[in-house]
């Protein structure tokens, strides 16, 4: 099964910032959406932003102007740049990978390919 592999989590201060980086060998991410995942502790996995094949964007409110979700063909990645980070950001976070809109893959949380995910604390 096609997967996706995750990186640049950590433990930062509020306030501090992370990148978070989606990659795969095993298929281009330019013709996929491409969306990022967060599951808080005791708390069900959400969709935090996603980017269609198309470069259309969405952001779930908490994150809208804090996270910036970018892709780069050349290295077939991508990109989610967090700033400003509050102890609530606090989670792991999973990128996914499939052929449907920005809207069913992140407002609905489907999604054909996962990665394991990696871990985001934010705490002083």
């Known amino acids: 099964q096609l997967q996706l592999a995750e990186s640049g989590g950590g433990s930062v201060q509020p306030g501090e910032s992370l990148l978070l980086s989606c990659v795969t060998s095993?298929?281009?991410?330019?013709?996929?959406?491409i969306g990022w995942f967060r599951q808080a502790p005791g708390k069900e996995r959400e969709g935090i932003s996603c980017i269609s094949t198309g470069e259309d964007r969405f952001y779930e409110p908490s994150v809208k102007g804090r996270f910036t979700i970018s892709r780069d063909s050349a290295k077939n990645t991508v990109y989610l740049q967090m700033t400003g980070l509050k102890p609530e950001d606090t989670g792991t976070y999973y990128c996914?990978?499939?052929?449907?809109?920005?809207?069913?893959?992140?407002?609905?949380?489907?999604?054909?390919?996962w990665g394991h995910g990696t871990q985001v604390t934010v705490s002083s």
């Open positions: 996914a990978g499939d052929r449907i809109s920005i809207q069913r893959m992140c407002q609905q949380g489907l999604a054909e390919y």
């Open positions: 095993e298929f281009a991410l330019s013709y996929y959406t």
